[in-house]
């Protein structure tokens, strides 16, 4: 059952040490996207208002930027370390007319500022949100909001845990909210 609830993640992270020499250092995570459904619950868990601002760190093919700002109509935007998926989210949000809404910013998501978010959303690894959480401890305003997806923050308590036991693809998910 976990292995099965993982099983895309494992692949990719199995196969991750034979392009080392390729892959940027401060890749985070393998690409596994966000099941729609999932991005959905995680944008209503998190309560996204019109307005608000959104990061989405690792953003891969844009989906949760481009469901925050067309659904939500939160200003959204997301960092994504690899250039191919980069292009292909500012060819989506400019095809859709989003682009007054939604960005993708090319470049390394531990260098960034989130002083002005309200809510971060985030699918990376473990070992990857403890790099990411001291960051966010100094840079989170009081009151913002962060879901992680499958992986929790270690030292941070979540706020509410939602547990998804079917996608639409067999597989489980687990949210994790947490409050500033």
Not at 12 to 20: E, F, G, I, M, T
Not at 60 to 75: E, N
Not at 92 to 109: F, P, V
Not at 148 to 171: K, T
Request: without cysteine; positive net charge.
């Amino acid at each position: 059952m976990m292995l099965r609830r993982y099983f895309p993640l494992v692949l990719l992270a199995l196969a991750a040490p034979a392009q080392v020499g390729r892959r940027p250092a401060r890749d985070l995570a393998p690409f596994v996207p966000t099941p729609e459904a999932v991005v959905e619950r995680m944008l209503r868990l998190v309560d996204l208002k019109p307005g608000e601002k959104l990061f989405d760190l690792g953003s891969g093919d844009g989906r949760i930027v481009i469901m925050a700002a067309q659904r939500f109509g939160a200003d959204a935007t997301g960092v994504e370390l690899d250039y191919g998926r980069w292009k292909l989210s500012m060819e989506r949000i400019a095809a859709l007319g989003l682009e007054s809404r939604a960005r993708i910013i090319h470049g390394d998501a531990l260098s960034q500022d989130y002083r002005s978010a309200d809510v971060i959303t985030v699918y990376l690894l473990p070992r990857s949100n403890d790099l990411l959480r001291p960051i966010l401890e100094r840079q989170l305003k009081p009151g913002a909001r962060v879901v992680s997806h499958d992986f929790e923050f270690a030292g941070w308590r979540p706020e509410r845990v939602e547990w998804i036991p079917n996608d639409g693809e067999g597989r489980s998910h687990k949210l994790f909210l947490y409050r500033r």
